[in-house]
């Protein structure tokens, strides 16, 4: 039986090592496969009890038990990114990231101390964005459910669900006393990438674009955005990044490409300390590391260093707009306006497993063009501003499918913007 046992168990280890796609892990840092082993073996001991002693053992539902199993020893990781997402959610992963999918629009994270479902940004426009949660505010609980006493993933699918149907979420924010309260209505959420809208300023025309996330087409919108407000003759830009929670890594490094004709963008750093930056050079996207370099992206259109280029972001912007935010900061090719922003910079590598689920582990960090590994501490803005941006909560008056949007020039942020583009005219 035990030698059974051990050989189970090195068969185990070994399925999990060839689980992450040929990956080499380096030796610091990393642990024997004997006292993997010996991690492991308490969680067989757990399984093969159940199987041969368990009351209701004719009900037990394996596939779940290993869910539970790998989300519960993920809590233990010192990091709230790194995330499992079942077989029976990836369909619902999928659909959310092609941009349309029900429930209340925003990205969040798992606060491990606290036990509750953390705001990374409410989308824009978006049932959540309306009712006024922000990003930094922790779902603690869920239509009267404590959110301690489910996993990440089955909060998740709670606060997701049909369009039409209402959830209660209490909520801790900080600086408040009191749990808040937020009765919200799910809908089918259709997710714009990118919007555009134009200011006109007596003698100067601004051009406006909002990137609400960076999904698969967000280059090309953008990129179809700024070309027609050149067309209209602007003379500088407006790039809102607030509640920009992030999205593909490739879309957001082609984003910034728009805007140099020359400079490093952002550069990875793995768990072996090993680097690969992104670059423009003219009108290629160039990856550079210790095999070589290569162009990975032929760009179409640079804008003008001649265009004067605003970034707002605020608490909100993470991972993929720090991103661009950090390029076009430490390149000297915009002022960036608004807030700090989250502080989301490191990289999640999705690993199969056997059973059909993913593995969302961080592998690396990003780091921005200046040497700056902003990961839990975010980007300072050039320019700060106090205030909040006013949100109309009228869905007639908000319909956030469209492509264009009417600018709100009273939004702090917005004439902050305005101030500091006509300074230099």
């Given at each position: 039986m035990k030698k059974d046992k051990k050989n189970f168990l090195k068969f185990l280890v070994v399925a999990i090592i060839s689980m992450a796609l040929g990956w080499t892990l380096s030796a610091a840092g990393k642990v024997s496969d004997d006292k993997l082993i010996k991690y492991l073996t308490p969680i067989y001991e757990s399984l093969n009890a159940i199987n041969n002693y368990y009351y209701e053992r004719d009900k037990v539902d394996y596939e779940k038990l290993v869910d539970h199993a790998i989300e519960g020893m993920l809590s233990g990781l010192p990091d709230k990114f790194t995330h499992y997402v079942s077989p029976e959610m990836l369909e619902d992963e999928e659909i959310e990231m092609s941009g349309e999918y029900g429930g209340l629009g925003m990205e969040v994270a798992w606060d491990g101390e606290m036990k509750a479902v953390e705001i990374v940004a409410p989308m824009y426009g978006t049932p959540a964005w309306r009712a006024g949660l922000k990003s930094g505010d922790r779902i603690v609980e869920i239509d009267g459910n404590p959110v301690s006493d489910m996993t990440f993933m089955e909060a998740v699918k709670r606060l997701r669900g049909k369009p039409g149907t209402k959830v209660v979420l209490k909520v801790y924010r900080e600086g408040v006393k009191d749990l808040l309260t937020f009765e919200i209505v799910r809908e089918k959420i259709q997710i714009v990438a990118v919007r555009e809208g134009l200011i006109d300023q007596g003698n100067a025309k601004i051009g406006y674009v909002k990137i609400t996330k960076f999904m698969d087409k967000t280059y090309s919108e953008l990129r179809d955005a700024v070309k027609d407000l050149l067309d209209k003759g602007v003379e500088a830009l407006i790039i809102d990044l607030r509640d920009n929670p992030g999205g593909y890594l490739d879309q957001a490094i082609e984003t910034a490409g728009l805007f140099l004709d020359k400079g490093i963008i952002v550069s990875v750093k793995d768990f072996e300390g090993e680097e690969e930056v992104y670059k423009v050079s003219g009108n290629n996207i160039v990856k550079v590391n210790k095999y070589g370099s290569r162009i990975i992206f032929r760009k179409d259109l640079t804008v003008s260093?001649?265009?004067?280029?605003?970034?707002?972001?605020?608490?909100?912007?993470?991972?993929?707009?720090?991103?661009?935010?950090?390029?076009?900061?430490?390149?000297?090719?915009?002022?960036?306006?608004?807030q700090r922003t989250f502080g989301k910079g490191s990289v999640q590598s999705g690993l199969t497993l056997s059973n059909g689920g993913i593995l969302y582990l961080t592998t690396a960090h990003y780091i921005t063009p200046s040497g700056r590994d902003i990961h839990g501490k975010g980007i300072d803005p050039d320019v700060i501003v106090k205030g909040e941006e006013k949100r109309e909560t009228k869905k007639k008056v908000l319909d956030y499918t469209k492509n264009t949007i009417e600018v709100n020039t009273d939004d702090p942020y917005i004439k902050k913007a305005i101030e500091v583009l006509l300074k230099g005219k």
């Open positions: 260093r001649d265009i004067d280029v605003v970034v707002l972001v605020n608490r909100g912007s993470a991972s993929g707009s720090e991103i661009l935010t950090g390029a076009l900061k430490d390149n000297k090719r915009a002022i960036v306006v608004g």
